[in-house]
T-cell receptor, first 114, second 112 residues
């Protein structure tokens, strides 16, 4: 069964450094998303991406964040200058013909900012 | 502000019993309500969704009920199994947006 994959599984970075989190969505999906989950808290929407542009973004997704689909398979989240409070699990998701209400999540990347 | 939330943070049931997980929402403009399951160390897994023009939808061993009058959503799991142990999130989204908002989660523990 196709699945969303994410790399790396764990990323440790120093405050102020840039990080790029990578995702490979399910191949025939059209909608892509990033979420974050701070330890012990709920999953929070960051951004959705469709037709090579951002379709929705939350208040969390400020100028420090950006997303890109550099080729036909990868979907990336970049944090330009990481802060301690960016430490969280970051989940990528994708959805297909059933629409954005049925999203398939990857296993997540644990980002630790020190 | 408008939000999605859960009534009970934890639920413990005996294997074979039915489980009911509840969720309250306050955004009357939401069009889809979705249940996700999250096992430890994994990403959320889609279980079932329901559109706002329905009040009940059934899947395999799961049923979602929507009561728009009191803005309440529930997930019923029949014959709960140890593999059902996880955190369950309700989520909601509007018709014309891709902004899915999750609730806080309920941890379901199934005792053998």
């Amino acid at each position: 069964e196709p699945e969303v994959t994410q790399t790396p599984s764990h990323q440790v970075t120093q405050m102020g450094q840039e990080v790029i989190l990578r995702c490979v969505p399910i191949s025939n999906h059209l909608y892509f998303y990033w979420y974050r989950q701070i330890l012990g808290q709920k999953v929070e929407f960051l951004v959705s991406f469709y037709n090579n542009e951002i379709s929705e973004k939350s208040e969390i997704f400020d100028d420090q964040f950006s997303v890109e689909r550099p080729d036909g398979s990868n979907f990336t989240l970049k944090i330009r200058s990481t802060k301690l409070e960016d430490s969280a699990m970051y989940f990528c998701a994708s959805s297909g013909w059933r629409g954005p209400n049925e999203q398939y999540f990857g296993p997540g990347t644990r980002l630790t900012v020190t | 502000g408008e939000s999605v939330g859960l009534h009970l943070p934890t639920l413990s049931v005996q294997e074979g019993d039915n489980s009911i997980i509840n969720c309250a929402y306050s955004n009357s403009a939401s069009d889809y309500f979705i249940w996700y399951k999250q096992e430890s160390g994994k990403g959320p897994q889609f279980i079932i969704d329901i559109r706002s023009n329905m009040d009940k939808r059934q899947g395999q061993r799961v049923t979602v009920l929507l009561n728009k009058t009191v803005k309440h959503l529930s997930l019923q799991i029949a014959a709960t199994q140890p593999g059902d142990s996880a955190v369950y999130f309700c989520a909601e989204m509007g018709y014309n947006n891709n902004d899915m908002r999750f609730g806080a989660g309920t941890r379901l523990t199934v005792k053998p």
